[in-house]
Each structure stands twice: as C-alpha cells, then as structure tokens.
C-alpha cells in the first residue's frame, strides 16, 4: 500500500459512527487476557511482539508491523526504551488533543500478567478521519507501542484492529529500540506520541500531510 496525498484525498472517508465519542472519554474496568503463542501469531520483527494478523494482513517491507493494500489498514508497532509508566502517563486526552487526536475510550488491560492500556482515538486532518487504536504494554523496563490504523467508520477494520491487539505475546530477549515515527522528539514518551500520529506511509505535521516519497517543499 502506497497512500499519497491524492490517494488519500480520493479514499471514502465514512462518517464518525462510533458511539464512544459521545460525550467525553469512556473508561472500562480493568480486563484480564490470556494468550498463548499460536502458528498463526507473527512477529513485528525486532519487538518481541508477537500478533495473530487480521484477515488480509501480511508483514509490511517499509516499516515494523502489518498491512493490507486492499482493506487500507496499518498496524506499526515499536517497542520503547522507556518503562510503560513514563509511556502511559503520557496518552493524556489532553496531550492526544494538541497532537489531533480525540480520545474516544482508554481501557486497563492485563495481557498474560503485565499491563496494558487500549487507547481509542480519532484522528482528524481536515476533511479526512482514521480510526486509530493504540496499545501500550509493559515489556518489562520497555513498552510496547503498537498503533492499529483504519478509515473512520469501518466497523469491521475496528474489530478486526481490536482481535489483533488482543492477540499479542511478548517474548524475552529483544532489545527496546527507539520508534519508526519521526525522531523529532528527546524522549521516549515523545517518541511514542508521534507512533501515534503516524503510518508507514504518512506522517502528520502540524500544517500538512507530508507522503514519505513526496516533495516536502511542494
């Protein structure tokens, strides 16, 4: 999948019909998962992550996590050198608000005994809006962030993106490394904001929508 600006600007941007963003950010009791590693789980290679790929998703050659061309979703992912607290602390709604996105819920997580949030937000770019669900999992001194990215209104991209964050399992032995999102920002927590603005074919700017390949002059 390759999404320039006149792809993006052509896509069929649905509607905002997701009932969690109305009326401020909802918070759910803590939910405990268990996951075993299964044939059909896939690394994003260099994590430690380990996801069950939704239907479509294969691993992406142009940046860490999955993708499907045809469905246009992203799923990136990287694994901070920061602990989880330091990370979570910083996906305030206030924080996410400055950076274009709007906090629709944050759900506590337990997946195989350590923690995680769920983050679902919509991010806005004029008349364009992505689903956009993010994972923060302690790692044991690191974080996991993974970010599940899809055109707004499409319920089953939404469901699809929420299995798949689901599914995770941590394995031992990989090092944290700093995210694919612009390294334009001293730490780690900073870093983890901009995963959440960014895709492997797009990154956000305060002014424009910049295409990796594109002109940045134009």
């Known amino acids: 999948m390759h999404w320039n600006k006149k792809a993006l600007s052509v896509i069929g941007i649905a509607p905002l019909a997701l009932s969690f963003f109305l009326a401020g950010t909802a918070r759910s009791a803590e939910i405990s998962i268990t996951n ?41 992912v990287a694994n901070l050198k920061s602990p989880y607290k330091e990370i979570s602390e910083a ?35 004029g008349d364009k809006k992505w689903g956009k669900w ?33 599914s995770v399992v941590l394995k031992n032995g990989a090092p944290a490394v700093n995210a694919e999102a612009p390294a334009t920002s001293p730490s780690d ?6 995963l959440a603005l960014s895709s492997g074919s797009v990154v956000y700017t305060d002014e424009k ?9 134009d």
Do not use: C, Q, W
């Open 209 to 217: 929508m910049v295409n990796d390949d594109d002109d940045k002059d």
């Open 189 to 194: 927590a900073d870093k983890g904001l901009d």
């Open 91 to 125: 996906f305030t709604e206030s924080t996410l608000k400055t950076r274009g996105l709007e906090l629709g819920s944050r759900a506590e997580l337990t997946i195989n005994g350590l923690d995680a949030t769920l983050l679902k937000a919509l991010h806005v770019d």
């Open 134 to 166: 993010i994972l923060l999992l302690d790692s044991g001194g690191s974080t996991i962030v993974a970010n599940g990215m899809f055109t707004s209104g499409d319920g089953d991209a939404a469901r699809d993106i929420e299995a798949m964050i689901k």
């Open 36 to 76: 075993e590693l299964t044939k059909s789980h896939m690394e994003a290679p260099g994590t430690a992550a380990y996801f069950v790929p939704a239907d479509g998703m294969s691993p992406s050659g142009r940046f860490t996590g999955f993708v499907s061309e045809t469905r246009g979703i992203e799923f990136i």
